[in-house]
């Protein structure tokens, strides 16, 4: 199951950075620095210092530098979003629901992990809606 997230659809709260191989390290701030520049609207402002670079001189076996980019986004609460509403068409209609009874789940423990999805959805538009607190 691949989720189909786009950054646009939320802000960067956390990125991290890492790069493998042979890169001077002047090019390697200056690339994180036109990151930064480029997608300043789409880091969560309330967040300094949100992007961490690493770099490790030693190059993967097939290629001779590589590049990544790991981020925590609010974005994923689409994916979230549609894992709830799968869950509420099947359990509106009971489907499956005996298959975790037989193996000990009670029908409650299902509603408060659909509470509890819901929460971090929300939780996640909130940080994606936050303003920084300028004092």
């Not at 646009?8 to 002047?26: H, I, N, Q, W």
């Not at 690339?31 to 300043?40: G, L, P, S, T």
């Not at 609010?74 to 068409?89: E, L, M």
Request: overall charge negative; glycine content about 4%; hydrophobic content about 35%.
């Amino acid at each position: 199951y691949y989720a189909d997230v786009k950054a646009e659809d939320g802000k960067f709260m956390a990125v991290c950075a890492p790069y493998r191989g042979s890169l001077a390290t002047a090019e390697y701030d200056d690339e994180n620095a036109k990151v930064q520049q480029k997608w300043a609207d789409d880091f969560a402002m309330w967040i300094p210092n949100n992007l961490k670079p690493c770099i490790c001189r030693i190059p993967t076996t097939h290629t001779s530098m590589t590049a990544a980019l790991i981020a925590n986004t609010t974005a994923i609460k689409g994916v979230f979003q549609k894992v709830s509403a799968q869950f509420a068409k099947a359990y509106k209609r009971k489907a499956f629901l005996h298959h975790y009874k037989g193996d000990g789940l009670d029908e409650t423990e299902m509603q408060e992990a659909d509470k509890t999805l819901r929460d971090l959805i929300t939780e996640y538009q909130d940080k994606q809606d936050a303003e920084p607190d300028i004092a």
